[in-house]
């Protein structure tokens, strides 16, 4: 009786704690969810599997928008095509209100998520994040003549160096991007077009239009897809901190594991 007891003991004891040395990582839905704002955002990273992608990788920003800022891209475009707008704003560096505020010139470029789709095209995977005078820093696309037509609004969450949530208050749109895989561009991506009392269509210029300047400059790009050679700086002593916000993930291995030391364990009793 009581050596299988131990046995089995033991066996749980290897289990759970197999598991617990799993637990780890950042959950974008969870962190999401506590603000109603972002409901929409929220729905569409889901609905874009988006939400894997964020929380398997560390040192990330992901820009996100309030449901009214999302109402642009929202309903109006296909799936696929909100997926490629969603992925240009995470970005693949960290990135928190204070470092927005030290960027070396000013200035900066940043990989996106897009980047990595294999869709974009010259500088569409790139975003240019700009310190601007008055305490504004401004994000847009990184591709030639495009502005920068985003701009910070406030922090919503950040878990030094793994991710960093920050709300801006408009899409940012590359050239090109809204148009992907829809036949016909909308003709009315900005807001102003909206209250602008003359419907002239001549002016309104469809973002796949641009010419394929882009394609002449690439950036060197800030740095490659490297989800775990960079963080290199973080720091231990923050590791049990924010529990409450940490994801639990159970990976495979550790399900296995678990599995085999429990049949095991019934085998020797
Ligand atoms: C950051 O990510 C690493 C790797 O997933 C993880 O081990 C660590 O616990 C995370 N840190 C925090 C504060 O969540
Ligand atoms: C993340 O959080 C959401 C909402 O709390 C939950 O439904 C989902 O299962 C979590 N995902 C992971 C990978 O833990
Ligand atoms: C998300 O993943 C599910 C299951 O893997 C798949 O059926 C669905 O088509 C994916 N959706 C998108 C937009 O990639
Ligand atoms: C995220 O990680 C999980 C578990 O390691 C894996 O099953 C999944 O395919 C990964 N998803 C992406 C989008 O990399
Ligand atoms: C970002 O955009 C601004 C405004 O267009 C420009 O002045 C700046 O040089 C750009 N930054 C980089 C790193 O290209
Ligand atoms: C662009 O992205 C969509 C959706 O993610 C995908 O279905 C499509 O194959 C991609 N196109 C290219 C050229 O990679």
New binding site residues.
């Given amino acids: 009786m009581a050596p299988s007891r131990v046995l089995s003991l033991l066996a749980l004891t290897l289990s759970l704690l197999a598991v617990a040395s799993t637990v780890s990582g950042h959950n974008i839905t969870q962190i999401l969810s506590d603000s109603p704002d972002y409901s929409s955002f929220n729905s569409y990273l889901s609905?874009?599997?988006l939400t894997d992608e964020i929380n398997n990788r560390t040192t990330i920003t992901v820009l996100v928008l309030n449901n009214a800022a999302m109402s642009s891209l929202a309903g109006t475009h296909p799936?696929s095509v909100i997926?490629n707008a969603l992925s240009l704003l995470v970005l693949l560096d960290y990135y928190d209100p204070l470092t927005l505020h030290q960027l070396s010139e000013g200035t900066t470029l940043t990989t996106t998520l897009y980047q990595t789709t294999g869709n974009a095209t010259g500088n569409q995977g790139f975003v240019n994040i700009t310190d601007l005078k008055g305490g504004k820093v401004g994000f847009g696309s990184a591709a030639p003549r495009s502005k920068l037509d985003s701009t910070y609004t406030k922090s919503v969450k950040q878990i030094p160096y793994n991710i960093s949530v920050l709300e801006i208050d408009a899409p940012i749109i590359a050239p090109g991007i809204l148009s992907d895989i829809t036949p016909p561009p909308a003709p009315a991506p900005a807001p102003e077009a909206v209250s602008a009392p003359t419907p002239t269509p001549a002016k309104s210029q469809s973002p796949a239009e641009e010419p394929s300047r882009a394609a002449a400059s690439p950036p060197a790009p800030p740095e490659d897809d490297s989800p775990e050679g960079a963080p290199s700086d973080s720091p231990t002593s923050s590791e049990k901190s924010n529990a409450k916000n940490a994801a639990f993930h159970v990976n495979a291995p550790a399900l296995f594991t678990v599995l085999v030391t429990l049949a095991a364990t019934f085998l020797l009793l």
């Fill in positions: 609905q874009t599997n799936l997926k």
